[in-house]
């Protein structure tokens, strides 16, 4: 357990007055429009949408998570923050005009638009399923685990206070209390984990001492094919599908671009977004390595912890970092309950009733957000069932959800030939093969070993998993698609080529005016630099 000083314990309480105080302020100034709730009045600036876009993304599972597989993996799981940059990039350019444009509350509803309501039904459906089992519970057992070193506190005490805060200005602000209060937990996370960085790096000697103490292939940013976690292949070509999926069609991060204020505060504050992501690579997953060298043999999930509980941190800082990571906690923890409101009002109450007041959509999704929070209270008492194992299994389930609806979203953006029928054979196809997969981790392995297809199956890296069933996913939307009637109704609005033919001149207008053209050439710096740091540091 950290033992914190009373300048520590000042820091704690100052970062709980800021979030509470912004809190009570659009608690006070709450709208009672469903756009208002839900989507921040469409008022959101690109300074905001890209900072609490990133707090939104950081949880403790990052914390945690991250500090753990450079523990033991060394750098290469940074691949997944900075290949998420390319799709940061995409939601701006390209999504962004397209789904503000289309008027919509929620990523489904523009499956809805696209197709036809049952893939929204669907896409809604495993939306809330995947943030009640993955999103609430991950976070809550990372958080709970590194309350449990920082406060002594056990996990049911922290989780229920941090649900409990979170949960009140969640219901009663809406959207703008969840995204100017994360735009406060984001300075917060990124101080207090460079804080930790810094420190660490005073500990182990810089930079070059520890790369002297550590193995040369933690310092490797690709491994061999063959490696059980992290192959170049799956990273390379598994890992997009997981990123499109995530960043491009995921409620929880898109719901902030669909707050923006319009086209241009989108696109900015997706670059904004792209450029804080170039950070988590060295200020989370960098002090694993130092973890690593102070606490040889240490184990992944007990990486950022022990660093917390050591000596490392002076008095004052050590109190800002644990701030981070409440940051962390909380800001996920909103998000989470916010998307899910959005999700449940909008995709199903409105589709039940379409002629409800807004003052009823606004009820129920405060209802729906407090549903959440009793059903994350639920999920602590089952907390103590979740291990170290179970961590990596609901991590892994993201690959498994993913591949169909980065396929069908895909796909349909730029074919307008694909229908409703396909998508519907490819969500429904995909699931159950990733049902089947998911099944054969619960088969004894005896079981599986007598059939040689099964176990190949049930060996393979779940990254080189998600690329399969991207192409058996493809290939249903496709034939469902030809093999079914075309409905024929106008998607232009939804698709690329849609908007790029009816648009044309206007759009290469657009494009070449000097503010996008200054903006268009710092995103490729911001490429140019990943690229460059992929080659030339590691």
Request: glycine share 10%.
């Amino acid at each position: 357990m950290i033992a914190l000083s009373f300048p520590d314990i000042l820091v704690i309480l100052f970062y709980f007055i800021v979030v509470v105080g912004i809190a009570t302020y659009f608690g006070y100034r709450k709208s009672e429009t469903s756009r208002g709730f839900f989507l921040a009045d469409n008022q959101l600036g690109w300074f905001v949408i890209g900072a609490s876009l990133f707090a939104a993304n950081i949880s403790t599972e990052h914390f945690l998570g991250l500090a753990g597989s450079g523990a033991n993996h060394g750098l290469v799981v940074g691949n997944f923050e900075w290949l998420a940059i390319f799709f940061i990039m995409a939601l701006g350019w390209i999504l962004a005009p397209i789904f503000l444009r289309s008027r919509v509350f929620t990523v489904p509803e523009f499956f809805g638009k696209r197709f036809n309501n049952t893939t929204r039904l669907y896409l809604a459906g495993i939306s809330i399923l995947a943030y009640i089992i993955t999103k609430s519970s991950i976070s809550l057992f990372a958080g709970g685990i590194l309350m449990e070193h920082m406060l002594g506190w056990d996990m049911y005490t922290s989780a229920i206070l941090m649900m409990i805060i979170t949960g009140i200005y969640t219901i009663v602000g809406g959207m703008s209390a969840v995204v100017y209060t994360s735009v406060v937990q984001a300075f917060f996370l990124i101080g207090g984990a460079i804080l930790m960085t810094y420190f660490g790096f005073l500990e182990v000697g810089g930079w070059g001492a520890l790369k002297a103490q550590l193995p040369a292939d933690y310092f490797s940013i690709f491994k061999p094919m063959s490696d059980p976690d992290f192959p170049w292949t799956g990273i390379l070509f598994g890992a997009p599908i997981l990123g499109i999926w995530y960043w491009c069609t995921d409620q929880y991060i898109v719901q902030r671009v669909l707050c923006a204020r319009d086209e241009k505060s989108a696109r900015y504050g997706a670059v904004f977004t792209s450029v804080l992501k170039l950070l988590p690579l060295f200020i989370l997953v960098v002090p694993g390595l130092i973890a690593a060298v102070l606490y040889p043999g240490v184990r992944g999930d007990d990486a950022y912890p022990m660093l917390l509980a050591g000596n490392l941190l002076p008095t004052g800082i050590k109190g800002l970092v644990v701030a981070g990571v409440l940051a962390a906690l909380m800001s996920s923890l909103a998000t989470c309950f916010h998307s899910t409101a959005t999700l449940f009002t909008m995709d199903f109450y409105r589709h039940f009733y379409p002629d409800a007041p807004e003052i009823r959509l606004v009820l129920i999704g405060r209802l729906s957000t407090m549903v959440m929070v009793i059903i994350g209270l639920v999920w602590i008492s089952l907390s103590k069932y979740i291990n170290a194992h179970l961590y990596i299994f609901l991590q892994s389930i993201q690959a498994f959800i993913s591949p169909p609806i980065t396929a069908v979203f895909l796909l349909g953006l730029f074919w307008k030939r694909l229908n409703g029928n396909g998508a519907i054979i490819a969500l429904a196809g995909g699931g159950v093969i990733s049902a089947f997969r998911v099944g054969l981790m619960f088969v004894p392995a005896k079981t599986v070993a007598q059939f040689p297809t099964l176990q190949w199956l049930a060996d393979l890296n779940y990254l080189h998993f998600a690329i399969y069933l991207f192409l058996i996913s493809s290939a249903l939307l496709i034939a469902g698609s030809f093999l079914s009637q075309d409905d024929r109704k106008d998607v232009s609005a939804y698709t690329i080529s849609g908007i790029t033919l009816a648009r044309g001149r206007a759009v290469l207008a657009g494009f070449l005016s000097a503010s996008r053209r200054q903006l268009f050439f710092f995103s490729l710096m911001i490429i140019a630099a990943i690229i460059s740091l992929w080659r030339n540091i590691f």
